[in-house]
């Protein structure tokens, strides 16, 4: 099946530091992705939408200051933490949606640590 | 919101048949049912979607019943690598973005 790969799979920073995770598709074009935040024992909850060339559409709650999303090519999308703090450390999720089939995969998850 | 409600949590023998509901009683159309799982730290992994018919894959079933609201997603053989977080989602197809509810916790039982 398509393959949706993050780096890094795990990142711990200082308080205050910012912090970039990529998304890739690696086996097909995707001109959307979705981004979401997992907090331990708790579902996915989405972030935003990204779509190549555009703006980022943030959900409501979320900080577009402070989540910064680049979705500058049809298989790579990346979110920038800025100025990160411990209350940021969370399970971070992408998924990229296929451009002709519309199915939509996900990659494995990048963990942030803010000390 | 998630458009969806599932138990929390359910337990199953190995080797038997997990039965996994859902409720979607508020489901349009033109949405489909979608099935994902979640093992442990580790990202969501596609398992089947259907619309009204019945579907069958290599990984489950997706029963649908005749008014669309309630599935039932059906692992016939489960083992221990089944233990996961099912969730069950409604999307009107490849324009709309997936909202997870918060799923259901699946113990396979050796």
């Known amino acids: 099946g398509a ?113 | 919101d998630a458009k969806t409600t599932q138990p929390p949590s359910m337990d199953c023998a190995e080797g038997r048949a997990a039965n996994l509901p859902c409720n979607h009683s508020t489901i349009s159309g033109n949405e489909y049912v979608y099935w994902y799982r979640q093992i442990h730290s580790q990202g969501p992994q596609y398992i089947i979607h259907g619309l009204k018919n019945n579907e069958t894959n290599e990984m489950a079933s997706l029963i649908i019943t005749e008014d669309r609201k309630s599935s039932t997603l059906i692992l016939p053989h489960a083992t221990l690598r089944d233990t996961a977080v099912y969730y069950c989602i409604v999307r009107v197809g490849r324009d709309d973005k997936i909202i997870f509810g918060k799923g259901t916790r699946l113990h396979i039982l050796p």
């Open chain 1, 3 to 115: 393959v949706v790969s993050q780096h890094p799979s795990w990142v711990i920073c200082k308080s205050g530091t910012s912090v970039k995770i990529e998304c890739r598709s690696l086996d097909f074009q995707a001109t959307t992705m979705f981004w979401y935040r997992q907090f331990p024992k708790q579902s996915l909850m989405l972030m935003a939408t990204s779509n190549e060339g555009s703006k980022a559409t943030y959900e409501q709650g979320v900080e577009k200051d402070k989540f910064l999303i680049n979705h500058a090519s049809l298989t790579l999308s990346t979110l920038t933490v800025t100025s990160a703090h411990p209350e940021d450390s969370s399970f971070y999720i992408c998924s990229a949606q296929t451009y002709n089939t519309g199915e939509l995969f996900f990659g494995e998850g990048s963990r942030l640590t803010v000390l």
